[in-house]
């Protein structure tokens, strides 16, 4: 019951942002079951349908539902967007750590480490990855390619906190009552960083999710698959908006403003809420 | 001359929380009057209101504090209530900080520190002379012209807490509020600044209130001490008397707390 | 003397962050399933260029120069890393032969500046003076839709406002160019305000983006530096409102934006180039995506090494002006 603790007295935007990402993950993980045929398949429905009762957003000028279309794309982006995040916390978690922990030349060289991922940008590495091998990444490809780029931001957090921690007076008397590293770690260390993980990692699946988009709104990411960028760079590829065809454009951007504005409200939210309960303690 | 006439003080307007409990006392010009008593005494919240800052919801609920000042270079008389002290800020009224390491802009030079918030009788001139008279006036009581260049973070507690004494001071208020001037210092500074303090009380000839727990301090300067507790003065007058033969409970209890005081009260004025 | 030392550190750190992104850069095509060097001269030859046997030797020897890939892994490495950082030479563009294509990336490198710090600075200024003043009293009615309105522009990516952007006022409303042509004849006021009027929409996708995010951070910089002693001292002294917001409030609340800065423009241009794609603003941006479209690994490999040392030579930058604008690091 500590984890529902933590909701006491939270701000109104991790509701609303809880709120918000709760129905987007609702509509990509359990909708996609129920689409009547493979929406990515050319000419399941009638082409260019104004939305109407059986297609609820319409069709594209390929004869695709985009109701289903976008579940498709919703479950796709979200899959790569958790994927992302959580080998970027997981790795970030365990070398922020080690690296506010241990101190000294490891310290040393994983700080410069971060520093230097932090500041080489990831799109064009992406772009080039895409170049080379012939025109598209597959998405597993650009998830671990995201996951090594994207660790450094918990990693830092983590090591900051990791590093206060050290001082605290509790950790000591930990230390000197004969609990081993580990026990410290798991036991007073991480209840400490989990807020702020979880804000990071919140953040993480928003930019591993545009990042991917980014690739795909110019045509680089994975053809095979609908994402939400892939979505935009078909209907603008299509000619959709010469046809006015407005809602086939429209329907991933709504989606991604809603869900990232969603996670935004969600990440800060938690990070308020870390730093109030920190304060507090 | 302040007269504060039965005056209550607290804070929220819906749901008001006294903190000052109908409290009667006079400020005389030419005189140091301390105000003692531990945190949460009303000690801080009555200089507020004498001092007018009625921010952050503290408000007077009844009673009236009336501020008279004469100022000895125009001989022009200023009679208004504290709430509207707020026009003689840095002006007829000025106060001096606890000189913790925020109190001053961390991103200004003191000099400009200085400047900011003089009255414009002060600021006219060029910058050149002001600055000039300003490094002598801090030369008076032993800082370097140099600290005027500094930045906040370089001066030592005792440095900053000098430099706000003289900020106070440098416009010839007829009334100084000092809050806890003195605490977190080292008792040698401690000695240095509330000296200066005297100094300048004695040369300005107007009205000096010291509020502080460390009743240490009265002894050594103020003439006239109020003892608060619980919102309320639970004794009052000159500070030699107090200490020589207190009459209510609670200052037995505070003066006996303290330790053994050797040697002579300071005698400020002649 | 301090600073002097921290200055030579933050070179250091410079050089091996620069040296370690071409090592990334090095090693992505070997990492590749495709030979680069065939892959991309299929590609040529897919554009229906002719060639005869001679110059594909030519050019293949040129893209193994190119990619460093004779001689030993130690002795690419080393030959890469040299000829980046010392010469500054990717050889000649294949797509527009025989241009170099440093020449290329530096016609390219102002209009990608040029954007970015205009629009980034204005943002900054609006975002400043909106934060500010939302910061100040930010339990007021404006204070908190202003609010609302920046969190709910800050996570939207440059690319999808400028795709928004661009459907509105060059689709539904024809109002701006769809695509940027810049007329006029060189240092004429026709030529000033065609690149005005074509980068506006590019510009407007990252303003008012990078706006929203500093609404959110000097707002929140400013509710909490309204509480210092420092700013109660001010008020008490009688200083008004003004003086204290620009003279004690803002100057501490942008400090801290510094180094958020640096850590914040890989995203920043990360963005800017897919906004210029989207407009064809012929920006690095531009050129990235017509290395790819035409197989141009020369450009390719120039426009992005430079991209990451733009990037990690602009937050270099900001880490060095950081001490020279806070007086607590200068004057110690």
Same mark, same amino acid.
């Not at chain 1, 004869?63 to 958790?82: C, E, K, V, Y």
């Not at chain 3, 850590?263 to 603003?281: A, K, P, R, V, W």
């Given at each position: ?21 709760a ?19 050319w000419y ?9 009762a ?7 000028s ?13 479950r796709?982006?979200?899959i790569?967007g ?9 790795i970030?978690v ?8 241990a101190g ?8 410069f ?12 590495i ?6 080379l ?6 998405l ?15 990693a830092?957090?983590?090591?900051a ?6 001082e ?17 770690l ?6 400490y ?40 760079y ?19 951007v ?28 | ?8 003080v ?38 507020? /209101? ?5 921010s952050?919801?503290?408000?007077? /609920? ?9 100022d000895e @270079? ?8 504290s @709430? ?9 009224i ?13 991103? !200004?030079?003191?000099e ?12 006219e ?8 008279r ?24 005792? !440095?900053?807490?000098r430099?706000?004494v ?11 509020? /000092?809050d ?15 000296? !200066?303090?005297v100094?300048?009380q ?22 006239r001490?109020?003892v !608060? ?7 009052m ?7 020589a033969n ?20 300071r005698?400020?004025?002649? | 003397?301090?600073l002097?030392?921290y200055?030579?550190?933050r ?24 030979d680069?060097i065939?892959a991309?001269?299929?590609?040529v030859?897919? =554009?229906?260029a002719?060639?005869?046997a001679?110059?594909v ?11 460093g ?5 130690l002795? =690419? ?21 025989p ?86 004849a060189p ?34 910089q ?12 001010a ?13 004690y ?38 050129? *990235? ?11 390719l490999?120039?426009? *992005?090494s430079?991209?990451v ?11 060095l ?12």
């Amino acid at each position: 019951m500590r984890f529902l603790k933590f909701f006491e007295n939270a701000p109104f935007r991790l509701y609303l942002g809880i709120a918000l990402v709760a129905l987007f993950v609702l509509v990509g993980v359990i909708l996609p079951w129920f689409a009547p045929s493979d929406p990515l398949t050319w000419y399941t429905a009638p082409r260019n349908q104004n939305p109407s009762a059986t297609y609820l957003l319409g069709t594209t000028s390929l004869g695709q539902d985009i109701f289903w279309l976008l579940t498709w794309a919703l479950r796709n982006s979200l899959i790569l967007g958790l994927t992302v995040a959580f080998f970027s916390t997981v790795i970030g978690v365990f070398l922020g750590l080690a690296a506010g922990y241990a101190g000294g030349w490891v310290d040393r060289v994983l700080s410069f480490l971060m520093d230097a991922l932090l500041c080489i940008p990831t799109l064009p590495i992406l772009i080039l990855m895409a170049a080379l091998f012939g025109g598209q990444l597959a998405l597993p490809i650009i998830g671990i390619a995201l996951a090594l780029f994207n660790w450094p931001y918990p990693a830092r957090q983590v090591r900051a906190v990791a590093l206060t921690m050290r001082e605290r007076e509790f950790i000591n008397v930990a230390w000197f009552s004969g609990e081993s590293s580990v026990r410290i770690l798991v036991r007073h260390i991480f209840p400490y960083i989990a807020g702020w993980s979880a804000a990071n990692f919140i953040n993480t699946v928003l930019v591993g999710i545009s990042t991917e988009s980014a690739l795909a709104v110019i045509g680089l990411s994975s053809a095979q698959q609908a994402t939400l960028g892939t979505m935009i760079y078909w209907a603008i590829n299509y000619q959709a908006l010469l046809a006015e065809r407005y809602i086939w454009v429209g329907a991933p951007v709504v989606a991604i403003v809603l869900m990232f504005i969603g996670l935004f409200l969600v990440s800060s939210g938690l990070s308020m809420q870390s730093a109030a309960r920190r304060m507090s303690v | 001359m302040i007269t504060v006439d039965t005056v209550t003080v607290g804070y929220g307007t819906t749901a008001f929380v006294k903190a000052v409990d109908a409290v009667t006392l006079t400020i005389n010009d030419n005189e140091i009057l301390g105000i003692a008593g531990e945190s949460g005494s009303g000690k801080s919240t009555l200089m507020r /209101a004498i001092y007018g800052d009625f921010s952050t919801g503290l408000r007077i /609920a009844g009673g009236t504090v009336t501020g008279r000042f004469e100022d000895e @270079r125009t001989g022009v008389v200023t009679e208004a209530q504290s @709430r509207d002290f707020g026009k003689l800020w840095w002006d007829q009224i000025s106060y001096i900080p606890q000189g913790s390491m925020s109190v001053l802009n961390p991103l !200004m030079r003191v000099e400009k520190q200085v400047v900011d918030g003089l009255p414009k009788r002060e600021r006219e001139g060029d910058r050149a002379a002001l600055r000039a008279r300003i490094a002598k006036f801090l030369e008076g009581f032993g800082l370097h012209e140099s600290v005027l260049d500094a930045y906040p973070h370089q001066l030592s507690g005792g !440095m900053r807490q000098r430099v706000l004494v003289a900020i106070a001071a440098f416009v010839n208020p007829r009334l100084i509020l /000092a809050d806890e001037p003195t605490t977190a210092l080292d008792v040698v500074v401690q000695k240095k600044i509330l000296l !200066m303090m005297v100094e300048i009380q004695r040369r300005l000839r107007n009205s000096l209130v010291l509020v502080s727990h460390d009743l240490g301090v009265h002894y050594q300067i103020t003439d006239r001490l109020a003892v !608060m507790h619980r919102g309320k003065i639970v004794e009052m007058g000159p500070t030699a008397e107090i200490f020589a033969n207190p009459k209510h409970e609670y200052t037995q209890t505070l003066i006996a707390s303290l330790p053994r005081i050797d040697g002579e009260r300071r005698e400020a004025r002649a | 003397m301090r600073l002097l030392r921290y200055i030579a550190g933050r070179l250091v750190v410079y050089l091996l962050v620069v040296v370690f992104g071409l090592t990334v850069l090095f090693f992505v095509p070997r990492l590749g399933p495709t030979d680069p060097i065939e892959a991309m001269l299929a590609k040529v030859a897919s =554009q229906g260029a002719y060639m005869d046997a001679s110059q594909v030797d030519r050019l293949r020897e040129s893209l193994a120069d190119t990619f460093g890939l004779s001689g030993t892994l130690l002795e =690419q490495y080393w030959a890469f890393i040299k000829r980046i950082l010392l010469t500054g030479d990717f050889g000649p563009s294949l797509s527009m032969y025989p241009t170099p294509v440093m020449e290329l990336i530096m016609n390219a490198l102002p209009w990608t500046f040029g954007l970015l710090l205009t629009s980034t600075l204005i943002a900054w200024v609006l975002g400043n003076f909106v934060g500010l003043l939302s910061g100040w009293k930010p339990e007021g009615t404006s204070s908190r839709v202003m609010e609302g309105i920046a969190i709910c522009l800050y996570p939207i990516p440059y690319y999808i406002l400028a795709l928004v952007l661009s459907i509105l006022f060059s689709y539904v409303w024809k109002i701006f160019p769809l695509t940027t042509t810049i007329r006029g004849a060189p240092w004429s006021w026709d030529l000033v305000t065609s690149i005005l009027w074509n980068s506006f929409l590019p510009g407007a996708s990252i303003v008012i983006v990078v706006f929203g995010w500093w609404v959110i951070s000097v707002k929140a910089q400013t509710t909490a530096i309204k509480e210092e002693e420092f700013v109660r001292y001010a008020r008490l002294k009688g200083l008004g409102d003004g003086r204290i917001l620009t003279h004690y409030v803002l100057p501490n609340a942008i400090l801290p934006q510094i180094t958020f800065l640096a850590l914040q423009i890989g995203l920043m241009f990360n963005g800017s180039l897919i906004t210029e794609i989207l407009f064809d603003y012929p920006g690095l941006g531009l050129l *990235i995506y017509s290395a790819v479209l035409q197989g141009d690994f020369n450009l390719l490999m120039g426009t *992005i090494s430079l991209s990451v040392i733009a990037v990690a030579t602009a937050t270099m930058v900001i880490d060095l002006i950081y001490p020279l604008i806070d007086p607590r690091i200068r004057h110690r």
